[in-house]
């Protein structure tokens, strides 16, 4: 006997139809597979639930059940005094199932200890949770307060932390290894095309392209100057290089990428700084929106500014003309960077 | 009052009062839960800590398209049903724990009366032991906890059918079980049994 057989004959089996000895062999495989007995519980109930549908238990009703449990009696009995727990049966069922715990010593045991257990449950005791147990809980589940190591695992965590880590640096490393941002711009002209000169120069052009914006604000006394956006500017190049120096999805990494290429850049400013070579301008190049340099010199196109040895253009962060004197319509802009 | 669901929200906002109310509000079930699958007071407070705590970590988790409570259950099940089939790998214990002494030493019955009751708590326990997870856990959420079968049945993903015909076997093999430990004690103490 399989299950597949065990299922096809069920219905036969349960409304006791079979031949005795297939009858056996289908209780036989009963016994012994979990999941076909499981099946045909649930068969079981059905027939139980379609008949408790009808909220009537006839005699009729009575002898069809027991047709249909023929041989199985002690099982049916089981189960309906396992279900009794839940309320009392109709009168001729609950007869029927008494008088056979009444005639069979094994139905009588389990009614026996059936009819014990809701007074077992009762005595089981009914625990109460105090205060101390609700305080228990909230300390177990309270956030402590971070430690060093955690503090510092957050912030690392941070992605904005990778470039103010680089900026400060930057601010660190300046005052002891780099020059004034303007020396390196004017000096990246004749280095090597390093990256550190590309950022420089990429740098200075954003800059560049910010200062004459203010320029042309200060002109019109639009609004006051936006000290910090060359800052910004130039921080950007920095962060677009460290993520292309490590790829992203390294916080650390380009953290640590991020302050070396500060610190390379800084460090450059001291092997390729040189002083300006009579001839070129080392002064201002700033210009407004009509292209009138501040000295007065007017430049029409890119041609006309690199005859002038403008390019790229190389004014001072300070807006200075090459007398060094401050251009009036840049008053209060600031004259070096930190 | 606040539904367990707003109490749930504010607890994801980390209102930790919140947080403090549902534990309250659940605790005891919870904590019955737990010592009718662990059988001694110690345990069951170790085990509902658990649970909570548990919760707390997978409040996030938690779908509020679904009732609270049967999410809640289903985690307590399954965190109950870990304990009882790691607990029954290793030898079953019931001391009685000196709380209970102290309980029975202030009550106001009698101490033959507080003897048997204990006695039959004892019965229940140790014949619980001896049944199957799922049918443990069938006692436990029906007889015990006084869930429906319905509510069984979402707890358990099973249809209502299959956990009826599981706690009918479940009541059956606990009857035999209960009749089976109690002989040698009547046999002993001449007058007890059925």
């Known amino acids: 006997m399989d299950c597949r057989r065990f299922r096809a004959d069920l219905a036969a089996y349960l409304a006791g139809r079979l031949a005795p000895l297939d009858f056996d062999a289908m209780a036989a495989h009963e016994a012994e597979c979990a999941a076909c007995a499981e099946r045909a519980a649930e068969e079981m109930d059905g027939i139980e639930d379609r008949a408790a549908a009808r909220e009537t238990f006839t005699d009729e009703w009575m002898r069809e059940v027991l047709g249909r449990t023929a041989g199985r009696d002690c099982r049916a009995v089981q189960r309906l005094l396992a279900e009794r727990l839940d309320g009392p049966f109709e009168p001729p069922l609950a007869r029927v199932v008494e008088d056979h715990a009444r005639a069979c010593p094994a139905c009588a045991r389990v009614a026996g200890g059936m009819d014990a257990l809701p007074a077992l449950y009762a005595g089981l005791p009914r625990l109460g949770a105090g205060r101390k147990f609700t305080q228990a809980v909230v ?72 200062l004459t914006e203010t320029h042309a604000r200060l002109a019109g006394l639009a609004s006051p100057p936006a000290v910090r956006e060359p800052w910004t500017a130039l921080r950007r190049v920095v ?44 002064g201002p190049t700033l210009r407004d929106e009509t292209g009138v340099t501040a000295g007065g010199a007017r430049i029409e196109d890119e041609s006309e500014r690199r005859a002038a040895g403008l390019e790229p253009p190389a004014a001072s962060f300070a807006g200075e003309d090459s007398t060094g004197d401050r251009p009036g319509n840049l008053e209060g802009f600031p004259r070096d960077l930190p | 009052m606040r539904s367990d669901e707003e109490l749930v929200r504010e607890c994801r906002r980390g209102d930790a009062r919140a947080w403090e109310a549902l534990v309250r509000r659940h605790q005891e079930r919870i904590l019955n839960l737990a ?160």
Request: hydrophobic share 40%.
């Open chain 1, 239 to 282: 962060a677009r290089r460290a993520s292309a120096a490590v790829g992203p999805g390294t916080r650390v990494g380009g953290w640590i990428a991020a302050a070396r290429i500060w610190l390379r850049f800084l460090v450059h400013t001291e092997t390729i700084d040189r002083p300006a070579e009579s001839g070129r301008p080392s």
């Open chain 1, 139 to 210: 300390s177990r589940t309270s956030r402590t307060a971070p430690g060093f190591v955690e503090t510092l695992a957050a912030m690392l965590r941070r992605p904005a932390l990778v470039w103010e880590g680089a900026l400060i640096c930057a601010l660190l490393t300046t005052p002891w290894l780099g020059r004034p941002m303007q020396r390196l711009t004017e000096s990246v002209q004749e280095g090597p095309l390093t990256v550190q000169a590309e950022i420089a120069r990429e740098a200075w052009v954003s800059f560049d392209a910010r």
């Open chain 2, 35 to 194: 010592y009718q699958f662990a059988g001694n007071r110690e345990d069951a407070g170790d085990l509902a800590q658990e649970i909570f705590v548990r919760l707390y970590h997978k409040l996030a988790q938690y779908d509020s398209d679904r009732a609270f409570r049967t999410w809640f259950n289903s985690l307590a099940r399954n965190l109950c049903i870990d304990f009882y089939r790691q607990r029954r790998q290793r030898p079953a214990r019931h001391p009685l724990p000196v709380e209970e002494f102290h309980t029975l030493a202030a009550s106001t019955e009698g101490p033959d009366r507080c003897v048997e009751r204990r006695s039959e708590r004892e019965f229940l326990l140790r014949a619980m032991d001896e049944l199957a997870t799922a049918s443990r856990e069938a006692i436990v959420l029906k007889d015990l906890q006084g869930h429906s079968v319905e509510e069984i049945a979402g707890m358990l993903s099973l249809p209502e059918g299959t956990v009826k015909s599981r706690l009918f076997r479940a009541r059956i093999e606990l009857a035999e079980a209960v009749v089976r430990l109690r002989q040698p004690a009547a046999a002993g103490g001449g007058e007890r049994g059925l």
